[in-house]
């Protein structure tokens, strides 16, 4: 049974770092294909950071050199880091999964991933 839960958002100012989290185990066969979305007040859904079985990451065109997605297979653990970050980034952030059968990518992520969590808010003041 996966039972992620989103953890290290917060409040920072534009330059800033952190680092999110998401605890992931029991992973179903399918789900191969991971990331991070977020979402706005008044804004759809957009992925942001994918990460497939064989670590392979994808970014969003808007995080491209700021953020980076990684697993710790030992800890069954999600992350992103994130640095200069931008007011731009403020947003609710939830970690997804869905199927990598059609291939993994950020934009996959975000129109079919699934989320588990209730997310983490991040705040990013000018």
Not at 58 to 74: A, E, L, T
Not at 113 to 125: A, E, F, L, M, N
């Amino acid at each position: 049974q996966v039972q992620p839960v989103e953890s290290g958002g917060g409040s920072v100012q534009a330059g800033g770092s952190l680092r999110l989290s998401c605890p992931i185990s029991g992973f179903t066969g399918s789900d191969d294909c991971m990331g991070w979305i977020r979402q706005a007040p008044g804004k759809g859904r957009e992925g942001v950071a994918s990460i497939d079985r064989n670590s392979k990451t994808d970014y969003g065109y808007f995080v491209r050199g700021r953020f980076i997605i990684y697993r710790d297979n030992n800890k069954n653990t999600l992350y992103l880091q994130m640095d200069s970050l931008k007011p731009g980034g403020s947003a609710m952030y939830y970690c997804a999964t869905t199927a990598g059968t059609l291939g993994c990518s950020t934009g996959r992520v975000g129109i079919y991933g699934r989320t588990w969590g209730q997310g983490t808010q991040i705040t990013v003041s000018s």
